[in-house]
């Protein structure tokens, strides 16, 4: 079956860049997919961070799209995140995730999902 | 950017019982709502996609209805497996989620 494992550091300080790796299972980078990346903040609601298809092709949260970079890697069929400019506002869980191209373009394989915390 | 109102924030309801969440786009997203379950601990999980389609394997006391501005889970038959956070997801343009109901059991 499709599984997704995020990996990064726990632990980022202030004006720091998170990055974290999703490693794909069981199915294709190069399907017709979209690999996203949602963070929830501790008690918090879901929020949409970004997307990238495996053209290279990518969408941004406009809240975020100046901190944000997504990428792809085929060759190891797996997708990064970067954010730039931390503050401990971006203390989260981060998931990645697979949204599908068509049909609903509903999100429907999660990872586990890797907490981040920004502090010194 | 598309906002999404979901409302209430928060229910408890008794099992057995029938329970109804809404969820209004700030704008027309023609039928691309969906709706995900989160139990605490856990990374959510796809129930209804493209407003009214069930995903596979969920049970079929999960229904949605709705388009363009006004969408509606239900769930009935309330069971105790049911105590978790929904959330509804506009895919219409630049995703974007409710802020999420939690349902209690008591």
């Known amino acids: 079956q499709v599984q997704l494992q995020e990996s990064g550091p726990g632990l980022v300080k202030p004006s720091g860049t998170l990055s974290l790796t999703c490693a794909v299972s069981g199915d294709s980078i190069s399907s017709n997919k979209w690999w996203t990346w949602v963070r929830q903040s501790p008690g918090k609601g879901l929020e949409w961070i970004g997307e990238?298809?495996?053209?290279?092709?990518?969408n941004y949260n406009p809240s975020l799209k100046s901190r944000v970079t997504i990428s792809i890697d085929k060759s190891k069929n797996q997708f990064s995140l970067n954010l730039s400019s931390l503050t401990a506002a971006d203390t989260a869980i981060y998931y990645c995730?697979?949204?599908?191209?068509?049909?609903?373009?509903?999100?429907?394989?999660w990872g586990q999902g890797t907490l981040v915390t920004v502090s010194s | 950017d598309i906002q999404m109102t979901q409302s209430p924030s928060s229910l408890s309801a008794s099992v057995g019982d029938r329970v109804t969440i809404t969820c209004r786009p700030s704008?027309?997203?023609?039928?691309?709502l969906n709706w995900y379950q989160q139990r605490p601990g856990k990374a959510p999980k796809v129930l209804i996609y493209a407003a009214s389609s069930l995903q596979s394997g969920v049970p079929s006391r999960f229904s949605g209805t709705g388009s363009g501005t006004d969408f509606t889970l239900t769930i009935s038959d309330l069971q105790p497996e049911d105590s978790a956070t929904y959330y509804c997801?506009?895919?219409?343009?630049?995703?974007?989620f409710g802020g999420g109901t939690k349902v209690e059991i008591k």
């Open positions: 990238i298809y495996h053209s290279g092709s990518s």
């Open positions: 995730a697979r949204k599908n191209y068509d049909g609903g373009r509903d999100v429907d394989i």
């Open positions: 704008q027309s997203i023609n039928n691309y």
């Open positions: 997801q506009q895919s219409y343009t630049t995703p974007s």
